[in-house]
């Protein structure tokens, strides 16, 4: 209950919260807490799970009831009050059938608290994603610029030229085409912008209007300074994968429940009390009566068979989930492994063609200021782009990262 009662406050101040501009991928990691309809979904079925296991509880509470009678009776021909009024207290002591129900409950919660950490695994990856999708749009429209300038230049060039007949009309219209292709990779490219910014909107339930404007773009070179662990170390982790262990808890409980039914004599112990007064036989009665009973029904219970039956087939269908969900996160696992190790080295020839690019803007920069011929254009152009596929490749490994970690039960924070 108290993690519900917390989730409730999380989801009420992530609600009064305004995107801060710029926003950082923290910030908006933060803002996306309860703000999911797919994790308000879950924490609706925690707390309607918790309320049926507060009304098993509530199934021990004592219960008190009054009883009034005011009427008479005939006795020999004589008028004999037969009023009483009594308060009734019982409260049911211990009852198996209750006892199962529990077990049942508690590992209902149990499933759907590892079920929303789920939800928030795959809401955190979704923000991410959409988050550098917005970094990754507005690269490219700085590339699209850089070439749009570019184009236009050329057009002006031989506009000039042609104006002083030293280029020829195809020349022209040539340049022109591509200053159109150009501002068209432009538009499209500002298209992207804000179409990434409505998916981030959306994801952190926010109206179109709402959408993000500046978001800071994160740096994770620092990740590939550190070594990545051989695939043995995060494959013997394995056996905490969150789904594995909610599959193994399941069936734990089920084999707890198989084991209950077949002690389940349907025992019920309750007591009673009766408190009051009766105007008929009064002396004989008394004030009070304490009682304790016993309830056992006797006899096959065809209801009980079946539901055992049903409970070994529920065994042996975990059983299987659990070998094909082991045979699933160990192919992830290393398919996210060797991801990582592709990224790492694709990481490494990214550095140099970034030194390439800017070794090669630099002399081009240079032969620009001393007028010589240069295409310093083009090596900017070059460059931004450099800078994007590297940026690209850093979000693709953090991505990765986080997967691989989730898949060991690890949080990891990067």
């Known amino acids: 209950m108290k993690v519900i009662l917390l989730l409730a406050l999380v989801f ?12 950082k991928l923290g910030q908006a990691l933060a803002f996306s807490n309860g703000q999911s309809l797919t994790q308000q979904q879950q924490y609706l079925t925690i707390k309607n799970t918790q309320q049926q296991l507060d009304d ?6 004592t219960r008190a009831t009054f009883d009034l009678k005011l009427a008479g009776r005939s006795d020999y021909n004589k008028n004999t009050n037969n009023s009483h009024a009594f308060v009734y207290l019982k409260k049911t002591l211990f009852d198996q059938q209750i006892e199962i129900s529990k077990t049942s409950q508690l590992s209902n919660i149990a499933n759907a608290t590892l079920s ?3 939800v928030q695994h795959d809401k955190s990856i979704n923000i991410m994603r959409r988050f550098f999708d917005i970094v990754l749009a507005d690269m490219s429209y700085e590339t699209a610029l850089e070439k749009l300038a570019m184009a236009a230049i050329h057009e002006g060039r031989v506009k000039d030229d042609y104006n002083v007949q030293d280029a020829s009309e195809v020349d022209l219209l040539e ?3 591509n200053t159109q292709l150009s501002q068209i990779e432009r538009l499209k490219a500002e298209s992207a912008q804000i179409k990434t910014r409505a998916a981030l909107a959306q994801s952190l339930n926010l109206s179109y209007s709402e959408r993000p404007d500046d978001v800071s773009k994160p740096n994770y070179k620092h990740l590939f300074k550190r070594q ?3 695939f043995e170390h995060y494959q013997q982790k394995l056996s905490d994968n969150p789904e594995l262990k909610q599959l193994q808890q399941s069936l734990l409980t089920i084999k707890t429940q198989i084991s209950q039914e077949k002690d389940n004599l349907d025992i019920v112990l ?10 008929y036989q009064r002396e004989k009665n008394g004030h009070w009566r304490v009682g304790l009973n016993l309830s056992m029904p006797f006899g096959v219970d065809a209801k009980k068979s079946s539901k055992m039956s049903k409970l070994q087939l529920d065994i042996e269908q975990l059983q299987l989930d659990i070998k094909q969900h082991q045979q699933s996160i160990e192919t992830n696992a290393l ?3 060797l991801t990582l190790k592709s990224l790492r080295q694709t990481h490494k020839a990214l550095l140099i063609e970034l030194d390439y690019r800017d070794l090669y803007l630099e002399k081009a920069r240079a032969n620009y200021e001393m007028e010589i011929k240069s295409d310093i254009g083009n090596a900017m152009i070059n460059y931004t782009d450099s800078e994007r596929k590297l940026a690209e490749n850093e979000f693709d490994y953090v991505i990765t990262l986080k997967q691989l970690h989730h898949l060991i039960g690890d949080n990891y924070e990067i």
């Open 228 to 230: 990545l662990a051989e």
């Open 175 to 177: 340049k022109q085409a």
């Open 270 to 279: 309750s007591s009673n009390v009766r408190l009051g007064e009766q105007a």
């Open 12 to 23: 009420n101040s992530a609600w009064a919260q305004e995107l801060p501009n710029p926003l």
């Open 116 to 118: 929303l950490k789920q």
């Open 56 to 61: 098993l509880n509530g199934l021990y509470t």
């Open 335 to 337: 398919d996210y492994y």
